[in-house]
């Protein structure tokens, strides 16, 4: 019976996820037609809702070509490993209060392991192809991503101290009176110019630069294998946008905190949240240009880490100087 419930409790994460990332897809592409003045897809089902269920049916009707030269077990398991990833960071976000697969007391570090180990899916894939394309997109990836974990870690860790807590229920309740975008509303902007890098997405997604290395790490990839790393990209970004919701715009806390408001379900005001993040997402590839490698890394290391590691040292300093450190 506990297993049971268990696999209901996956279930009923992992279905809305996959709908979600689904959906995720139409809602880019119609905001970006209409940003560059154009349609996007409306012709499948009442105004184009039912392309993403058309694109998963194509993709998992094609046949998968796998190379001749390629690491053939390597090369099937890494998009099995990045799509797993993706989705079992989930079981530590909460939903609305005491709504949560499994509330661990290290919820931001496990978080944390996950999304390191993400790496991993995406090396293997460019290595076992065995080409060069997917190999050096790879490369451009797991350095990345790498890189930015470092300034996200300690953008984190101000909101920790802050909170006094690494579980993620406790980081919500304590805005209950202040959401922490206000006082740390610098990390704010990093954290989430640094989650664009983190996800591989534009104006950083140089693991996949199209104009350089075709598709980069995936090229070599056709049907539900390319599907699966799609899915986990996509279901990454969500995990993203609902990570920052919890640490600076107060989980499912409601807006600006208003009694009015508390009528409305907290799972509400989460989704609301997360939906400004995706819109954010998408923005940013309508709007901005691609950057160089080198312009990259240089926004890592020589800005984002000495911005957040100094924002880390005065959090700390303010937190003494007046006694403000939790118990």
Known sequence: MLILLIILKILAIVVPLLISVAYFTIAERKLMGSIQRRRGPNVIGFLGLLQPLADGLKLFVKETILPSNSNLKMFLLAPVISFVLSLIGWSVIPMAEKIVISDLNLGVLYLFSVSSLSVYGLIMAGWSSNSKYPFLGSLRSAAQMISYEVSIGFIITNV????????????????????????????????????????????????????????????????????????????????????????????????????????????????????????????????????????????????????????????????????????
């Open 160 to 327: 920790c101290l802050c909170a006094g807590s690494f579980n993620l229920s406790n980081i919500v309740l304590a805005q209950t009176n202040v959401w922490y975008i206000v006082p740390l509303l610098p990390m704010f902007f990093l954290f989430y110019i640094s989650m664009l890098a983190e996800t591989n997405r534009h104006p950083f997604d140089l693991p996949e630069a199209e104009a350089e290395l075709v598709s980069g790490y995936n090229v070599e990839y056709s049907a539900m294998t390319f599907a699966l790393f799609f899915l986990a990209e996509y279901a990454n970004m969500l995990l993203m946008c609902a990570f920052s919701s919890i640490l600076f715009l107060g989980g499912w806390l409601p807006v600006l905190n208003i009694k009015l408001f508390y009528f409305i379900p907290g799972s509400f005001w989460f989704s609301f949240k997360i939906i400004l993040g995706v819109i954010f997402f998408i923005l940013t590839r309508a709007a901005l240009p691609r950057y160089r490698y080198d312009q990259l890394m240089h926004i890592g290391w020589k800005s984002f880490l000495p911005l957040s590691l100094g924002y880390l040292l005065f959090t700390v300093g303010i937190l003494l100087g007046f006694n403000w450190l939790p118990n």
